[in-house]
Antibody, heavy 122, light 105 residues
Framework: EVQLAESGGGSVQPGGSLRLSCVVSGFTFSRYWMNWVRQVPGKRPVWISHINTDGSGTSYADSVRGRFTISRDNARSTLYLEMYSLRVEDTAVYYC???????????????WGQGVPVTVSS | SYEVTQPLSVSVALGETATITCGGNNIGRKNVHWYQQKPGQAPKLVIYRDTLRPSEIPERFSGSNSGNRATLTISSAQGADDADYFCQLWDGTVVFGGGTKLTVL
């Protein structure tokens, strides 16, 4: 069974930092692109970052570029998101999501974690 | 940036057919995917590449895409289908629609 489990969320003041982790199981992590998607409750999901299979390629949404860093440890089947200079508008539920390369399109997401809340507030 | 438009809400009687649209300029030229999201849960892929259905998704879910509109159709809607539905595509970046709340009456 494919499982993704995020952790590391919480409350932080503006300007602070957090590190999210996503531990996966049930599939060969190193074969899949991975993504972070965030969502304010009641709003649409917003993709924020992707990383390719070996970590050599990454991309970011404009809203987080230069402040967030995605990485992965294939030996530990773990995806990370380092978040710096956090802003109030970064408040959301953060999901890790697997790129569905098996469906012929890495830019759709076939499995998601349960999400972890991040609150940025003074 | 590419924009897609979804109706805020759709209502359907139990057992009837629900249609949820996703509008965009020449969206028929793009691969459109659909996700179902229930309260407190992560989005779940229900249709990918316009018309394809993951194996665990019931056959009553189907999709189409042509011209300026992609459509998610739920035949014989059930109470379990009551949820938010988001369309999503790639246009140089990942784009999600604003979501449609489906109410099964």
């Amino acid at each position: 069974e494919v499982q993704l489990a995020e952790s590391g969320g919480g409350s932080v003041q503006p300007g602070g930092s957090l590190r999210l982790s996503c531990v996966v199981s049930g599939f060969t992590f190193s074969r899949y692109w991975m993504n972070w998607v965030r969502q304010v409750p009641g709003k649409r999901p917003v993709w924020i970052s992707h990383i390719n299979t070996d970590g050599s390629g990454t991309s970011y949404a404009d809203s987080v570029r230069g402040r967030f860093t995605i990485s992965r440890d294939n030996a530990r089947s773990t995806l990370y998101l380092e978040m710096y200079s956090l802003r109030v508008e970064d408040t959301a539920v953060y999901y890790c999501a697997r790129g569905a390369g098996g469906y012929g399109d890495n830019w759709l997401f076939d499995y998601w974690g349960q999400g972890v809340p991040v609150t940025v507030s003074s | 940036s590419y924009e897609v438009t979804q109706p805020l809400s759709v209502s359907v009687a139990l057992g009837e057919t629900a249609t949820i649209t996703c509008g965009g300029n020449n969206i028929g030229r793009k691969n459109v995917h659909w996700y179902q999201q229930k309260p407190g849960q992560a989005p779940k892929l229900v249709i990918y590449r316009d018309t394809l259905r993951p194996s665990e998704i019931p056959e009553r879910f189907s999709g189409s895409n042509s011209g300026n509109r992609a459509t998610l159709t739920i035949s014989s809607a059930q109470g379990a289908d009551d949820a938010d539905y988001f369309c999503q595509l790639w246009d140089g970046t990942v784009v999600f629609g604003g979501g449609t709340k489906l109410t099964v009456l």
